[in-house]
């Protein structure tokens, strides 16, 4: 590992294709430990970023860095840092599960490959499948094949191109706990999604992108308060009374409210900011709180975001 910086950087990246840019000017980075997800309608960028970052494709212009290592300049110790799922993963049919992992364990020159073939298995929920056919395997099986080839050398850093796309309900939610597993342990993740909800969930902050431009970078509730309003919900056990009223109106951060029964929505100055104080305002006045959220989600913001023309086209 290699100095302090952040474990994926990308400074001002642009890439082309013929006449077309698909990539302008892309800036951002993850920390160790942080799940960043990219979002964007189809033809976006996203995976143009990943090969990018995996030295698969060359920026025209602008830095990309995978542990401070220059992915243009120094390839190869970028890709002994990096853990990667492309967006179909190739895989051997006609070989078993461990063989296909085993495969990249030896292209990777691990000492210990055995080992870190078992360990890759079993992390990944597959190691009672080593011995089927790949080509036999649902396509949930496949994927986390695919991951655990990714990961059969432990690198710090992972890039997965659409992990989830196919993948039933449960096959995803078990790819999703996967990623959270990983992240935990210090590993820094880019990946590609189209699932929003899932984004929302497993994702510490998101990037969204069009036709190659970055929208919004920042958590999902940062990003939808940028695009929905600082809204908050809240829902109480009994009916709104005098005191409760008065400790939401009194309260500065409060810029309009709307009353139900036993409900309220507000909208406020910054709602990552001034969220707990209305909580231990409302429970001050004896407010009984059943829920707490953020109007709409994410897949709103991003259809929010989706309808503006995009800033600096002549739509605009
Ligand atoms: N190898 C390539 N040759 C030509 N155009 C490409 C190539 N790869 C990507 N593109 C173009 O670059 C743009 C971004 O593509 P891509 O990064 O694959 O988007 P996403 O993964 O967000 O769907 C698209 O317009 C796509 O057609
Ligand atoms: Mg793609």
Redesign the pocket.
């Known amino acids: 590992m290699k100095g302090a910086g952040p474990a994926i950087e990308c400074e001002a990246v642009s890439r082309r294709?013929g006449e077309?840019l698909?990539l302008d000017r892309l800036t951002l980075s993850v920390e160790r430990g942080e799940v960043l997800g990219l979002l964007?309608p189809?033809?976006?960028?996203?995976?143009?970023t990943l090969r990018i970052l995996a030295t698969l494709l060359q920026p025209h212009a602008g830095t990309a860095r995978i542990l401070s290592w220059d992915v243009a300049r120094q390839p190869m110790e970028v890709r002994r840092s990096i853990g990667v799922m492309p967006e179909r993963p190739s895989l051997y049919d006609r070989q078993t599960v461990e063989a296909n992992v085993r495969f990249w364990a030896e292209a990777h020159q691990l000492p210990d490959a055995a080992i870190a073939v078992a360990r890759a298995l079993a992390f990944a929920g597959v190691a009672d499948r080593r011995e089927d056919l790949v080509g036999s395997l649902s396509k949930g099986l496949k994927q986390r094949v695919a991951l655990a080839r990714a990961i059969v050398h432990r690198p710090p850093v992972l890039l997965l191109d659409e992990p989830s796309s196919g993948l039933d309900p449960s096959a995803a939610a078990a790819m999703e706990g996967l990623i959270r597993d990983l992240a935990r342990e210090g590993t820094a993740v880019l990946l590609?999604t189209h699932r929003l909800a899932e984004a929302e969930r497993l994702c510490d902050r998101v990037a969204i992108l069009r036709e190659g431009r970055l929208l919004q970078l920042g958590t999902p509730l940062q990003v939808r308060a940028a695009l929905l309003g600082h809204i908050v919900e809240v829902e109480l056990a009994g009916v709104v009374d005098a005191p409760v009223r008065r400790a939401v109106e009194s309260f500065p951060a409060v810029r309009e409210v709307w009353w139900g029964a036993s409900a309220l929505r507000c909208r406020l100055l910054n709602a990552e900011r001034d969220t707990p104080d209305l909580v231990a305002r409302l429970v001050s006045a004896g407010a009984r709180i059943v829920a707490v959220r953020p109007a709409g989600d994410l897949e709103r913001a991003y259809l929010e975001l989706m309808s503006q023309p995009l800033p600096g086209s002549l739509a605009a």
């Open positions: 294709f077309r698909a964007g189809n033809g976006s960028g996203k995976t143009t590609n």
